[in-house]
């Protein structure tokens, strides 16, 4: 407790959340992100949010921290990076997205921050708060830019400058004042165009938003119908999510593999070879995926997803 001496309470949640494993963490007051209702709903509008009709409903929900703890204040955002070096390792395998390799990272994220909530109530035992990990009507991106972690990219994935992109964002929503952090006003795209020009089906429009309908990794995880043809041909070997667009960035030339044991890729799942991916048993997908993100994919729609790139493929 020795490091803790002398600090403010917002430091020593800081101390926490790293000593927690998180990678990163910021503070800001809650309040309506009124500057981003446009956009959200010029967005929906255009039709580029596809299958994902929810996200139209109730935009001024979205918005405001308030409706899902009504008596908040701050929210202590946090990053935690799921980086890996470790890859699948055979020729021609369907591929899933890193995000993906390890357990539910909602539950590891939500674990994390009810420690770091028990942590301010030992100091300040009226806290009362909620914690999010894309589990709720919360604008994680945008929250994440305001804690000062980072920027949107023009991919919409926000970079921060030390560990890149490659890190899942959770938020603590809590009724108490705190210091706060300075909102990450700059951006450090510059003239960089990359994953634009890379992304295998020009899903990236030009406003930092992404057109769901054209994006794989929506095709492959949110949408529960077959991947359209137009698409199947550009959608190289990707069977559940796509980091391409992060893979090219110039922010993560130099990421670092993560720290949590729980999203490492598994033996087993890092040596499958095209014939045991295409000949995929149920009781099999049940055994590799239980409590990760693929599991939500479910059994059938994710064996589509594997014949159309296998299929396809030489
Ligand atoms: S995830 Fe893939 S398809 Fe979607 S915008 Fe990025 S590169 Fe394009
Ligand atoms: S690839 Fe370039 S434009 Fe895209 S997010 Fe990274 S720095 Fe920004």
Redesign the pocket.
Known sequence: MSDYKDKTISEMIKLKASELGFDLCGITPSRPLKEREKILSDWCSSGMNAGMSYLSRDIYKRLDPQFLVPDAKSLIVTGLSYYSDKMQTEPGVPVISRYAYGSGYQDVIKKKLYKLLAFIKSIRPETEGRPFSDSAPLLEKAWACEAGLGWQ???SIV?NKKIGSFFFIGALVINIELDYNEPQKMEF?GN????IEQCPTGAINDDRTIDARKCIANLTIEDRGPIPEDIIPKIGRRIYGCDK?QE????NRDAKSHKTPEFDLSDELQKMSAHQWLNLTREQFDRLFKDTPVERRKYEPFMQNISAVIKTKP
Request: glycine share 8%.
């Open positions: 990219g023009k991919h970079i795209c960089c165009r990359i994953c667009c090219v960035c110039p922010w």
